[in-house]
Structure formats: structure tokens, C-alpha cells
């Protein structure tokens, strides 16, 4: 993944865009899989067809999944190009955020004082950060991970708080770079070098503007660990309807990510059979890029596709976003679960919290941290920029 620093990321000009415009030969090999671009045409005709007001309120509409640039044979980066689509309207005012209050509230109240936690153990240097949706909708399975990891480093800090990528991806860069620089600036200042993560958000939000820092996955950090996860009596659900792996869209160029997670499940000694569309070439599941606040059915076609590589065998995923979108129509489940809790979980029993609860599960994180973690350095985030 190409680095770049916070100042760097968002230009006036796109460089991108000039070279789809020089490069791209409208071959339509990206609109292949894209819904959205079947909908618009190739990059390259939506640059130059239509007007830049129509440009700027359908940039909304692209999921920012990141297939087209793995597929693109000039290797050209319209999701880049979208991105910046994105950013330019919300800086000249000519997009009406409003409609996303709903996902903009809940980045709002993962930043506030009320649901911030940093705990920081003395000598501690790395830490785990579980982003907003695990620790809702999963807290028991957020706990046990921060245990498991704990084990292997005694002085782990943990963080809960949310990394800003909906403002990010909805082109709030001026909030965004404010927000996400100062929580990187405290982090360094406490000399914390290390995160670790399981959201595949916040992964590539720190992976491309915290280029300072080590990070990695908390499943390459277990699956090096060879911890034994089993289920009770030795069996072997999904057997005879192997499970499928659905790569989150951030983690489509990280290899080692997405062998980590088969390692881990095979390791369980799960069948995991193949599927069309995994790894580099994943599908959005349908949330990516906030689309299902402006245009739900197009959102919805992603669900569909992604349920049709899967056909009748279940998913299991890394992202609780994902697993959250793809439950609604297929069976998935998030492999946390399953490492944590396999007889429940395989059993269908694991239920992941929903709404207004996910907020409650969140504060008893909290003061579960608070209650384990005395004499850390702790912090409530107190922090909003002049927008
Ligand atoms: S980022 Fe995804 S949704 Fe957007 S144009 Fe590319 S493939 Fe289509
Ligand atoms: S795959 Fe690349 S060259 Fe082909 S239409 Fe898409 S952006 Fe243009």
C-alpha cells in the first residue's frame, strides 16, 4: 500500500484524475463487477462526460471498494479520483451531509468523552485498539481478544476510540486530518509504537497515515501465536458445506492478513472451500463508501453479488461492519466468534448486539477497562476541531 502523510493526502488537484483522463481506453474491463459503474460508464466517460455538478453528487454513489484499481490493465486509481470528487464537494459546500447524520453521530459519539477510553499500563507500548462496531456489538469477544493479547504482552494498552474513516470517506478531510492527528499525536507523545487492530477500517486509516508506527492485524498477531482454538468435542461443523472467507475491501491488497484469517480457521480445523471474488478481487458486501444512506438498492446489489459467490455455504469475515451487512441476507459470521466462542457460535447461537444496546455494551467496556487497568495513564478524548 502506497504511504503518504496527512498533509499529502488530499490535493486541490487530482493527480489521479488527469490520468484516467491521459491513460484510461475506456476498455470497461472495471465495470465488469461495479454496479456503480455499470450504472455510469467508465471512469474516463464520467470525468469527461458529465457535468462537474452531476460528478460531484455521484462520486457519493461509489462504495470506494478499490476493485476497479486492481483490475484497471493501466493501473489507474478511480477510486482515488472518486474520493477527491468527494472532498471538493463538501469543501465548496455542494453536498448536503445531513443525509448522513445517522453514521456521522455514531463517529461523533465513538470520539466523545463519554465513549473514549485510553488506558495506557506503565512501560506499555503497543495497543490494542478494537475501533467502534466489535466492541457494540461483541463486547464479550472484544474482552476475551484483549485478554488473549494481554497474555502475550502484559503491558498492552487498549483504546477505544473511532478512527474518523466515515468523515474521511465522505471527503471531511479538514475534520479528519484534525481528529485523527491529534489522537495520533497523544499516542506518540506516551511512546506508543505498536497497534494493533481488528477492524479493517481503522486498519488502513493507520497503515496509510501512521507510516511512524508498527501495525498489524490481532490476526497475524494470534495466528503467529499458534493458539489453540478448538471446538469442544473435537468436531468438525461445516463439513459437509465447507465455509467461504470474505475479504473486507480494505484488506484486498494485504496477503498476509488474508492468510492469517484461513490459517486461523483451518487451524480450527474448518473445511474453507473457494469462492469467486475473495482476496485481491473481493466485492464490497454493500456498506463501503456510506451508498446505503443515499441510494440503498444500489448498496443492496453489492449484498446480492457477494451472497451469489457464496451460494448456500456461510461466510465468515474479519470486519464486524461486513459481517453485520451480510447477515442480513446470508448466513456470515465474524471469525472472532468463532475463535472465542466455536460451539456457540457454529451452533447459531451467538447473537451480535444490535441498536440502541450496542452503545450500552460500549460503557460497560469502559468501565471494565477502568476496573482492570488501574494505575494506567487514562484518558478521556475531550477534543473537537473549529469546523
Ligand atoms: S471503488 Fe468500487 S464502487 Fe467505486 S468505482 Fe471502483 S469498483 Fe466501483
Ligand atoms: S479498467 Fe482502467 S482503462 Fe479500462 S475503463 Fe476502467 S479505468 Fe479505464
Not at 276 to 293: M, Q, S, W
Not at 303 to 323: D, E, F, L
Amino acid at each position: 500500500m502506497k504511504q503518504v502523510t496527512l498533509s499529502d493526502r488530499f490535493e486541490p488537484m487530482s493527480p489521479v484524475a488527469t490520468d484516467i483522463l491521459e491513460k484510461c481506453t475506456n476498455c470497461g474491463i472495471c465495470q465488469v463487477q461495479c454496479v456503480f459503474l455499470t450504472r455510469y460508464g467508465t471512469p474516463k466517460e464520467i470525468l469527461t462526460g458529465l457535468s462537474p455538478a452531476k460528478q460531484h453528487s455521484i462520486a457519493f454513489e461509489c462504495s470506494l471498494c478499490g476493485l476497479c484499481q486492481t483490475v484497471c490493465p493501466e493501473n489507474l486509481d478511480p477510486v482515488e479520483a472518486f474520493l477527491n470528487l468527494r472532498s471538493d464537494a463538501v469543501n465548496n459546500n455542494l453536498i448536503d451531509l445531513s443525509k448522513y447524520s445517522t453514521i456521522l453521530g455514531y463517529e461523533k459519539k465513538g470520539t466523545s468523552a463519554l465513549f473514549s477510553c485510553y488506558a495506557l499500563p506503565q512501560g506499555c507500548d503497543t495497543i490494542f485498539f478494537p475501533g467502534c462496531t466489535l466492541p457494540g456489538t461483541r463486547p464479550k469477544t472484544t474482552w476475551r481478544l484483549f485478554e488473549t493479547l494481554k497474555a502475550l504482552k502484559p503491558n498492552l494498552g487498549i483504546v477505544l476510540d473511532c478512527c474518523t474513516k466515515p468523515s474521511h470517506d465522505l471527503g471531511r478531510e479538514t475534520y479528519f486530518q484534525s481528529m485523527f492527528g491529534e489522537m495520533l499525536n497523544f499516542l506518540q507523545t506516551h511512546r506508543i509504537k505498536r497497534i494493533w487492530l481488528a477492524c479493517p477500517n481503522c486498519y488502513k486509516v493507520f497503515k496509510t497515515y501512521a507510516p511512524q508506527m508498527s501495525i498489524e492485524t490481532v490476526y497475524e498477531v494470534i495466528d503467529s501465536t499458534g493458539l489453540p482454538h478448538r471446538f469442544a468435542d473435537g468436531s468438525r461443523p461445516f463439513e459437509d458445506t465447507p465455509l467461504v472467507v470474505h475479504d473486507p475491501c480494505p484488506m484486498r491488497d494485504d496477503a498476509l492478513v488474508q492468510d492469517s484469517v484461513r490459517s486461523l480457521l483451518t487451524g480450527m480445523n474448518l473445511s474453507i472451500g473457494k469462492m469467486a471474488f475473495e482476496k485481491k478481487k473481493t466485492l464490497c458486501c454493500g456498506e463501503g463508501g456510506a451508498v446505503g444512506f443515499i441510494d440503498p438498492e444500489l448498496a443492496g446489489t453489492w449484498t446480492q453479488k457477494r451472497k451469489k459467490s457464496a451460494g448456500r455455504r456461510p461466510i465468515v469475515t474479519y470486519c464486524a461492519g461486513c459481517a453485520g451487512f451480510l447477515n442480513r441476507t446470508t448466513t456470515t459470521f465474524h471469525i472472532l466468534d468463532l475463535l472465542f466462542f466455536p460451539d456457540k457460535t457454529a451452533a447459531g447461537r451467538f447473537k451480535a448486539a444490535k441498536a440502541p444496546f450496542t452503545y450500552f455494551y460500549r460503557l460497560s467496556l469502559k468501565r471494565k477497562i477502568k476496573k482492570n487497568l488501574p494505575g494506567a495513564v487514562f484518558r478521556e478524548r475531550n477534543y473537537r476541531p473549529t469546523e
